[in-house]
């Protein structure tokens, strides 16, 4: 749909549809509780800013915006596979999701002032159906059915990959993931278990926490706040920091951009993947809230 046509059906006081960066078309969100922002390019959250506070999402000022190609940072959607593809090396990382186009379904104020956006898209007999909630804190909702015209049960990966702006990975530790065992993705997909009382950063970091449903805490002293994470219907937690090297080889990410970041993502993958039968729904949330440390 194009920007004149969003605005018309979807525009509110609240929300604007303009030409991002790329000429990619995104949302953009003002209230008195935050400012935010959506492309329609993998429904892609790329910034939220509750009112008072820094800005909570990290965003790769090296970052791609081309149709084909995942922005670099925000919120990306990890969808129906979660990395590689296994025995598929020429498939996308990741998954469709990311890298397709959505369609807006509904914009809405809702009380307390909270900014609903609704987007939906369709990969293969999935229906997805995303719902940002732009408030105080900003909350993520990730609805999938299969079609009911499905053949068989359907297996499928998802990640909401939130990436966090710290002030220095050094310095900052998450709380919440302990004890827990995680697939450790930087020493050979070794599963490993979390016994410190904190996650502390001295290297590059890519691991998958596995059974966790508990609220992460990343504690910020540079910045002064916690970002809390509460999620529902999600069983695995990645946490992830490319570090030096990792980050020189990735052409959308600054050679020391990693020093600002984390990833802490709310996920179903790997043993736990979701199985669906056709007809069937299942929705996995993520809610991202900012306390100021006194
Ligand atoms: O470069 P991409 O496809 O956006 O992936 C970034 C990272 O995403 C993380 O979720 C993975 O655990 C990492 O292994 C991966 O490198």
Redesign the pocket.
């Known amino acids: 749909m194009k920007l004149e046509d969003l605005n018309q059906r979807f525009g509110i006081a609240e929300v604007k549809f303009v030409a991002g960066q790329g000429g990619l078309i995104k949302a953009v969100v003002t209230s008195d509780q935050c400012e935010g922002e959506i492309y329609i390019h993998g429904a892609h959250v790329t910034h939220f800013q509750p009112t008072n506070q820094k800005p909570v999402l990290w965003m790769s000022e090296q970052s791609v915006f081309e149709a084909e190609k995942?922005i670099?940072g925000g919120v990306?959607i990890?969808f129906p596979w979660?990395?590689p593809l296994a025995g598929h090396p020429k498939a996308?990382?990741?998954g469709w999701a990311?890298t397709r186009s959505w369609d807006v379904v509904k914009t809405s104020l809702r009380e307390g002032n909270v900014v609903e956006l609704v987007m939906r898209t369709e990969i293969e007999d999935f229906a997805l159906a995303y719902t940002v909630r732009f408030g105080e804190v900003l909350s993520l909702e990730l609805h999938v059915t299969l079609s009911p015209q499905a053949a068989a049960t359907v297996t499928y990966e998802e990640?909401m990959?939130t990436y966090l702006t710290v002030s220095d990975i050094h310095s900052v530790s998450i709380r919440g993931l302990e004890p827990a065992g995680y697939i450790d993705?930087v020493d050979g997909g070794t599963t490993k278990m979390e016994t410190g009382s904190a996650i502390r950063f001295d290297g590059e970091c890519?691991?998958?926490y596995l059974e966790t449903t508990s609220t992460t805490r990343l504690t910020d002293p540079g910045m002064k706040r916690i970002i809390t994470i509460s999620k529902s219907h999600s069983h695995n937690t990645?946490v992830?920091n490319?570090w030096v090297d990792?980050s020189a080889r990735?052409p959308?990410?600054g050679d020391n951009e990693w020093q600002g970041m984390v990833?802490i993502?709310t996920?179903n993958i790997g043993k736990r993947s979701i199985e669906l039968k056709p007809g069937k729904s299942h929705t996995m949330t993520a809610t991202i809230a900012v306390d100021q440390l006194d």
């Open positions: 995942a670099r990306p990890c979660f990395g996308p990382g990741h990311r990640a990959h993705k890519d691991r998958v990645v992830w490319p990792k990735m959308d990410f990833c993502e996920a």
